[in-house]
């Protein structure tokens, strides 16, 4: 169908708002690459980087005479033909980066086929770690060995972590310290409360699938996840596990888990949605219904199976600079930002998730803080613990003036 005549019909370009542009050089060329986190974007695409204004005339309020103006104007006054316009908005529809019904197809058949399996794969073995079980054995041991000993007193039972989910690398000692503390644990049960970046619908989505790891594979205990979800209200749920396919916040775990625990511990994996609904309306997210019957639920059948349970939140804190939408540079930000850490974190430790809501409602989360609903909900299933902070680090990427805070913690038995 002729480019002209499909936006006609479905609107005008809309570039899809889960991709990422990146900077790279090829052959010399300063270009734009793009990162999907679905990986449906076929590759192989890139754009000069001087054309990097275009992209932001895709967002479906400009029609393709508005973009061949622009290119125009990018051109210096020189004539762009109309049909260059549309064989441009093609290719990146070909390449399944603009919302249309070529990517919804693609989209759809993907979904259908993740549906279908039992198991989830690894997605970034081989990139983020060693896919080889007996090279990520050897990384986490020689991150540990360059730890300090831990103190006499930590034989204490751990009710939780909370363990960033940003590239192990850049924090690998703050994973590790805390997951070396479950060495010679027991547990029936393990939850996982990821973030889902992929923004879907629902506030949490389960996943009933195994989750297959170098060193193992956790089975996730499917009888549990079937009683949670009876009689829960509607829109808690995500209506399926899609977004467990590409997410990492609970992949990164499962690693350190096989590692320290084994894989005949069972898991319970789930993606925590986003908290801008509540504020856009400044509802309390810990009154929501569909927050309380989760939470209820999970403490529910925890405690009618008499399960020994470990709790497990991958998260990370601020995320400031350019990159994440400040007009200012990270190094302006990161003073304040790294504060306002520290009182969520403090709120952590007294096992304050109300306070936790109360600041995120007074700040409008300007620190873009990742991981907040999964936090709130891991404070609320813990209840009262002795929490310890182990690290708290930042990773700076000065290439776009940007930054992301991180941190480790561990909560015990009293």
Known sequence: MHIQKRIEETGNPILRRDIQAVPVTIEGRQMITFIDPLKLARTGFALDRGAVPLLSMMDGRHDLRDIQMGLMRMAGGSIVPMTDVEALINQFDHAFLLESDAFRLRKTAVMEEFAKKTLREPQLAGKSYQADPNRLRSYIASIESGLPPLPGNHDTEILGIMAPHIEISAAEQAYVDAYRR???????????????????????????????????????????????????????LAPGDFDHMMEHSIEF??????????????????????IHEFLAGKNDPLRDERFLAFRDGILRIIG???????????????????????GITADALLGRARFNDEQIISHLIAGRPEEIWKNTLATG???NVCGLASMMLFSSLIGRSRAELLHHGTYNEPATNSAVTFASMVFAKV
């Open 304 to 326: 009618q199976g008499g399960l020994n349970v470990l709790f497990v939140s991958g998260v990370d804190f601020s995320h400031v600079g350019h990159k994440f939408g400040h």
């Open 253 to 274: 775990q499962t690693i350190f888990l096989a590692y320290y625990l084994g894989v005949a511990v069972k898991i319970v994996p789930v993606l925590c949605g986003g």
């Open 182 to 236: 479950l060495r010679g644990s027991s547990y029936d049960l393990v939850i996982i409360l990821g973030i889902n970046h992929s923004g879907g619908n629902g506030l949490y989505c389960l996943s009933d699938k195994d989750y297959i790891t170098p060193l193992g594979t956790l089975v996730t205990d499917r009888r549990f996840i079937e009683e949670l979800k009876a009689g829960l209200p509607d829109n808690t």
């Open 365 to 367: 989360d300007e620190f």
